[in-house]
């Protein structure tokens, strides 16, 4: 009986920033026009002793075993496994055997590497 008493009693609360909030929210601003953007990047180990550089092109190869990555012809490492079945499924879905990436990121300690697929708009 209490909670129904107070209930049928109580005001109902508005919160009078809701509205003010509401309209900046849907005001336009500088990042408003910009599109979202995401790239989704693999984790990659480096089979030469000299990483490639930051911004370099290369190439991701599904060879059966897991995903190649060459620069200019050789052989530089290999996506880890972990990030080489989402790859491999992309791959069997666009139906092909190489996709073109760039490396975004060295990792010296660790002796790797990550790529971002290049897309038609880079």
Known sequence: ?????????????????????????????????????????????????KLPPVGAGVLLYN??????VFLQNVQIGSVKKQDSVELVGMMEKLQTEALPAQVTEQQPLSGGFVVRLVTGGN
């Not at 009078?16 to 790239?39: I, V």
């Not at 060879?63 to 190649?68: I, P, T, Y």
């Open 63 to 68: 060879s059966g075993n897991g995903v190649l």
């Open 1 to 49: 009986m209490g909670i129904a008493f107070i209930a049928a009693k109580a005001e109902k609360f508005d919160q009078e920033t809701d509205e003010a909030f509401r309209e900046q929210f849907e005001s336009g601003n500088l990042f408003s026009a910009l599109p979202d953007s995401t790239s989704q990047t693999f984790r990659c180990r480096a089979c030469v002793s």
